[in-house]
């Protein structure tokens, strides 16, 4: 199975959890956020931490089409593009996911 394929079956699975984050339901999130975060900021909490899932789904996506095109051109700068894109998304859609922690249960453990 070509690598893009993956990256992509990743990145929409990523951008599910992420969407029924945002929505407040914060189920799919390790217990510990769901104990400590009380009832009244969970739909904040699921928000923030949903946008920052989101980003790195979304960013998953345009790297397999990155990745797709590449295969059919050839051309090098596609995956360099890519990699650049991947990780600053990574890092931008954490720090998010880390400010909501931080921000509505004291911690990222």
């Given amino acids: ?3 893009f394929i993956t990256t992509a079956g990743l990145g929409l699975i990523i951008c599910i959890l992420g969407i029924i984050n945002m929505t407040g339901n914060i189920s799919s999130l390790h217990w510990y956020h769901r104990q ?10 699921g928000r923030l931490v949903g946008l920052g899932t989101l980003i790195i789904g979304i960013s998953l996506i345009i790297y397999a089409a990155l990745l797709f095109i590449f295969e ?12 650049v894109e991947l990780i600053a998304s990574i890092v931008v859609g954490a720090s998010i996911s880390f400010y909501a922690m931080k921000r509505y249960n004291g911690g990222i453990f």
């Fill in 1 to 3: 199975m070509p690598a």
């Fill in 36 to 45: 400590r975060v009380t009832e009244e900021n969970k739909k904040p909490f």
């Fill in 72 to 83: 059919q051109t050839k051309i090098d700068a596609l995956v360099i593009i890519g990699t």
